[in-house]
């Protein structure tokens, strides 16, 4: 049980400092041409496992449509904006943004997938919504002054709430692993021209750290770190894996103090407080007893 709580607070520590290298990546690198060689490091990684589990599936024409419109929206386009987004927002509002995307998972899936919205997860938006309010402001709570990159982090976070229901109606048919590979190969597909048409002027570093940096990130933060929480969540209960993965905020203002020296402000730490509350209340549900004898969480998505 320790060894599965240490890995899965490992990928909560590299999910939260994702934020902090992606904002030094896109210092040299110009944001399309950055998400178009990250996806093609996630692709090569991807491909050598699955040539390794010897895991591919084929799609009927139905599912290959699903798989394009996720791989544009949910792979190229999310990739995209994320980075696009870091070139000006504060990584630690970015991380607190994105926080709050099972809200709106849960949103779109009471819309799509006829999920049951209650008001616990209506008064979990509101909480949420007001620690935003808060860090977006700097505490003043007197205006608004929104930089333009956080505009892209929201494109972020609703591209990636419609990913999660994308792949979970198409996970209901094909595998999981398959579905990842072939929509980020789409994702690639399409940043491979959008590199050069996106970006002006664009820039590449020719330093081996930044490299090293771009390839590891790509592979760990979307690979091994992946397969390494799926691995674990099934030997520890799911509810508190949850709230877990909600310190991904907290991880990023660490991250941020110790590498990018950015003192952390008595508004980030209100605001993710309300935020991370929030998105707790609204994805807590009473167990049943059935999920209880299962050892699952019925709020986990």
């Given at each position: 049980?320790?060894?599965?709580y240490s890995w899965l607070t490992f990928c909560v520590v590299v999910w939260g400092s994702n934020f902090i290298f992606g904002k030094i990546l896109v210092l040299d690198f110009s944001p399309a041409l950055l998400t178009m060689l990250r996806l093609l490091f996630i692709v090569v990684f991807l491909i050598g496992l699955s040539l390794l589990k010897k895991n591919f599936t084929?799609?009927?024409?139905?599912?290959?449509?699903s798989v394009i419109f996720l791989g544009v929206l949910g792979v190229f386009i999310n990739q995209w904006s994320f980075f696009k987004g870091l070139q000006t927002a504060d990584p630690t509002t970015s991380a607190l943004i994105l926080a709050t995307t099972p809200i709106l998972t849960s949103v779109l899936a009471a819309i799509f997938l006829k999920e049951r919205l209650t008001i616990r997860m209506l008064i979990g938006s509101i909480v949420a919504i007001i620690g935003i309010y808060f860090v977006v402001t700097k505490g003043t709570l007197s205006s608004i002054e929104v930089d333009k990159g956080l505009l892209w982090i929201v494109v972020t976070m609703v591209t990636f709430a419609i990913m999660i229901?994308?792949?979970?109606?198409?996970?209901?048919?094909?595998?999981?692993?398959a579905i990842t590979l072939y929509s980020n190969i789409v994702g690639l597909i399409v940043a491979i021209p959008f590199a050069f048409v996106l970006d002006s002027p664009l820039r590449i570093s020719s330093s081996l750290s930044d490299w090293a940096l771009l390839i590891g990130t790509a592979v760990v933060v979307h690979g091994l770190a992946n397969l390494i929480w799926n691995q674990n969540i099934r030997y520890v209960d799911a509810s508190k894996a949850s709230v877990l993965s909600n310190l991904e905020p907290f991880v990023a203002m660490i991250m941020g103090l110790l590498v990018l020296s950015k003192p952390i402000t008595g508004a980030e730490i209100a605001g993710s407080l309300f935020i991370v509350g929030g998105v707790i209340l609204s994805k807590y549900q009473r167990k049943s007893p059935a999920s209880v004898l299962r050892n699952e969480d019925p709020s986990c998505n």
């Amino acid at each position: 049980m320790l060894k599965a709580y240490s890995w899965l607070t490992f990928c909560v520590v590299v999910w939260g400092s994702n934020f902090i290298f992606g904002k030094i990546l896109v210092l040299d690198f110009s944001p399309a041409l950055l998400t178009m060689l990250r996806l093609l490091f996630i692709v090569v990684f991807l491909i050598g496992l699955s040539l390794l589990k010897k895991n591919f599936t084929s799609l009927n024409k139905s599912d290959f449509l699903s798989v394009i419109f996720l791989g544009v929206l949910g792979v190229f386009i999310n990739q995209w904006s994320f980075f696009k987004g870091l070139q000006t927002a504060d990584p630690t509002t970015s991380a607190l943004i994105l926080a709050t995307t099972p809200i709106l998972t849960s949103v779109l899936a009471a819309i799509f997938l006829k999920e049951r919205l209650t008001i616990r997860m209506l008064i979990g938006s509101i909480v949420a919504i007001i620690g935003i309010y808060f860090v977006v402001t700097k505490g003043t709570l007197s205006s608004i002054e929104v930089d333009k990159g956080l505009l892209w982090i929201v494109v972020t976070m609703v591209t990636f709430a419609i990913m999660i229901i994308m792949t979970r109606l198409l996970a209901n048919r094909i595998d999981p692993m398959a579905i990842t590979l072939y929509s980020n190969i789409v994702g690639l597909i399409v940043a491979i021209p959008f590199a050069f048409v996106l970006d002006s002027p664009l820039r590449i570093s020719s330093s081996l750290s930044d490299w090293a940096l771009l390839i590891g990130t790509a592979v760990v933060v979307h690979g091994l770190a992946n397969l390494i929480w799926n691995q674990n969540i099934r030997y520890v209960d799911a509810s508190k894996a949850s709230v877990l993965s909600n310190l991904e905020p907290f991880v990023a203002m660490i991250m941020g103090l110790l590498v990018l020296s950015k003192p952390i402000t008595g508004a980030e730490i209100a605001g993710s407080l309300f935020i991370v509350g929030g998105v707790i209340l609204s994805k807590y549900q009473r167990k049943s007893p059935a999920s209880v004898l299962r050892n699952e969480d019925p709020s986990c998505n």
